[in-house]
């Protein structure tokens, strides 16, 4: 099917940046909307920032301004251009595909697909 790995967590400064990667592997027939969502310790799954197909984003009120989404259909990749941290961007993201996969020459979906989550820590 899909398999969605992230990279590109980690602890930074207040203030700083980083960028996270989203790379979508498997029997991908298409994807359509891909997105990041973020899991702060007892708090809900939160959306961040998601991107359809064509380019059109939607951010997080909290994030507008700060983060960029972008993806590379080629690469069947996502990134999330995080500037401007603060600490209570604190959570676990998580990279979120809606695609179709190929099965037997057919589309098969789509389907809601999950990466692992990574860490990303901002120290005050």
């Known amino acids: 099917q899909v398999q969605l790995v992230e990279s590109g967590g980690g602890l930074v400064q207040a203030g700083g940046s980083l960028r996270l990667s989203c790379a979508a592997s498997?029997?991908?027939?298409?994807?359509?909307?891909m997105g990041w969502y973020r899991q702060a310790p007892g708090k809900q799954r939160e959306l961040v920032a998601t991107i359809t197909s064509g380019g059109h984003t939607v951010y997080a009120d909290s994030v507008k301004g700060r983060f960029t989404m972008s993806r590379d259909n080629a690469k069947n990749t996502g990134y999330l251009q995080m500037n401007s941290l603060k600490p209570e961007d604190t959570a676990v993201h998580y990279c979120?595909?809606?695609?179709?996969?190929?099965?037997?020459?057919?589309?098969?979906?789509?389907?809601?697909?999950w990466g692992q989550g990574t860490q990303v820590t901002v120290s005050s």
């Open positions: 979120n595909a809606v695609a179709t996969y190929e099965r037997l020459g057919y589309a098969e979906g789509p389907y809601n697909y």
């Open positions: 498997g029997n991908i027939f298409s994807i359509n909307a």
